[in-house]
C-alpha cells in the first residue's frame, strides 16, 4: 500500500491550499483515512478524517469551519481543503489510512492507523 501526499506550499496567511493523498495498493471501502499535521518542536496532531463508505467526516475543532475534508472513490483519493490559513497552520501534513472501521472515538488517534504517506509541507506566513 502507498499514500502519495502532494499540495502542500508556502503561502500567505488567509489563503488556501488544497492537499491530495491518492492511496494505491488496496481498497479502503470500508476504512477511513485521516490527515495529521506535525510542527517543529510539537506533537502530531489530528487534523480530519473521513470514511470511505459513507463519507462521513470528522475535522478536528481547530480547523472546524476553515478545513474540508474529501475523497474521489473513482480516483481513490482524499483532500483537504484548507482556507483562511494562518500562520499556526504550518507543518507537516501527513495523510494516513486504515483499511478498518474505525469508530467515532478512535478516528482522532494516530496509533489506529496502518498506514502512512510521506508527509507534505505547508507554510504560512503572516
Known amino acids: 500500500v502507498q499514500l502519495q501526499a502532494s499540495g502542500g506550499g508556502l503561502v500567505q496567511a488567509g489563503a488556501s491550499l488544497r492537499l491530495s493523498c491518492a492511496a494505491s495498493?488496496?481498497?479502503?471501502?470500508?476504512?477511513?483515512t485521516a490527515w495529521f499535521r506535525q510542527a517543529p518542536g510539537k506533537e502530531r496532531e489530528f487534523v480530519a478524517a473521513?470514511?470511505?463508505?459513507?463519507?462521513?467526516?470528522f475535522p478536528a475543532d481547530s480547523v472546524k469551519g476553515r478545513f474540508t475534508i474529501s475523497r474521489d472513490r473513482a480516483k481513490n483519493t482524499v483532500y483537504l481543503q484548507m482556507n483562511s490559513l494562518e500562520p499556526e497552520d504550518t507543518a507537516v501534513y501527513y495523510c494516513?489510512?486504515?483499511?478498518?472501521?474505525?469508530?467515532?472515538?478512535?478516528?482522532?488517534?494516530?496509533?489506529?492507523?496502518?498506514?502512512w504517506g510521506q508527509g507534505t509541507q505547508v507554510t504560512v506566513s503572516s
Open positions: 495498493g488496496r481498497s479502503f471501502a470500508r476504512g477511513t
Open positions: 473521513i470514511r470511505w463508505y459513507d463519507g462521513s467526516t
Open positions: 494516513a489510512a486504515e483499511p478498518r472501521h474505525l469508530i467515532v472515538s478512535s478516528v482522532q488517534s494516530s496509533s489506529e492507523y496502518s498506514y
